[in-house]
């Protein structure tokens, strides 16, 4: 894995408890930030993955899905609803 210095400009209260958590973790201030800046990589991919899929979305076709779910097959013994 390639590497390379970036510097990085934090407002000291925020610099102060990133030190605060990553020790509490038990791990490296840069290995703290590593993490953060992954996750947050991750959450914007996959909000953009889930855009991307509702607007190739056939709302009628997955309702007609979903009335048919579950028609003609009785519940699971144990899944039946109080009366």
């Known amino acids: 894995m390639r590497k390379s210095n970036f510097a990085l400009r934090l407002q000291p ?3 102060d408890e990133a030190r605060k958590v990553a ?3 038990g791990v490296a201030l840069n290995q703290l930030i590593n993490v953060a800046v992954a996750e947050k990589l991750s959450a914007l991919r996959t909000e953009t993955y889930f855009q991307e899929r509702a607007a190739r979305a056939d709302i009628p076709k997955a309702l007609d899905i979903l ?3 579950g028609k003609d097959n009785p519940p699971v013994k144990g899944d ?3 009366e």
């Open 23 to 25: 020790e509490t973790e």
């Open 13 to 15: 209260s925020l610099l």
């Open 80 to 82: 039946e609803l109080e």
């Open 67 to 69: 009335a048919r779910a």
